[in-house]
């Protein structure tokens, strides 16, 4: 089926500075990497242990990633009608 295949995450996440802060997808956050997170922070990035990911969510990031999420499901979803449109419901999904 058309669309059923994995778009890779929306968002990455990674503890820093306390707070789990989001990063954008084109590449997986790696310790020591200088990056941006979806606030605005620029942070350099850890080895997060377990209680590192314990932290508080970062307010912002969360929102910011919250719409990433909606606008790729919408984009999806306007993918979906074209295609039915176009070759009928089957297809699509």
């Given at each position: 089926m058309?669309?059923?295949?994995?778009e890779g995450p929306v968002?990455?996440?990674?503890p820093v500075e306390g707070f789990r802060h989001a990063f954008t997808p084109e590449r997986r956050p790696r310790p020591d990497q200088r990056r941006e997170?979806?606030?605005?922070?620029?942070?350099?990035?850890?080895?997060?242990?377990e209680v590192d990911w314990l932290l508080p969510t970062c307010e912002v990031c969360m929102?910011?990633?919250v719409a990433r999420g909606r606008d790729r499901e919408r984009r999806r979803e306007e993918v979906g009608r074209q295609l039915r449109e176009r070759f009928g419901?089957?297809?699509?999904?």
């Amino acid at each position: 089926m058309i669309g059923m295949s994995w778009e890779g995450p929306v968002v990455w996440w990674n503890p820093v500075e306390g707070f789990r802060h989001a990063f954008t997808p084109e590449r997986r956050p790696r310790p020591d990497q200088r990056r941006e997170a979806l606030c605005g922070l620029w942070v350099t990035l850890i080895e997060p242990d377990e209680v590192d990911w314990l932290l508080p969510t970062c307010e912002v990031c969360m929102s910011e990633a919250v719409a990433r999420g909606r606008d790729r499901e919408r984009r999806r979803e306007e993918v979906g009608r074209q295609l039915r449109e176009r070759f009928g419901p089957e297809v699509g999904g």
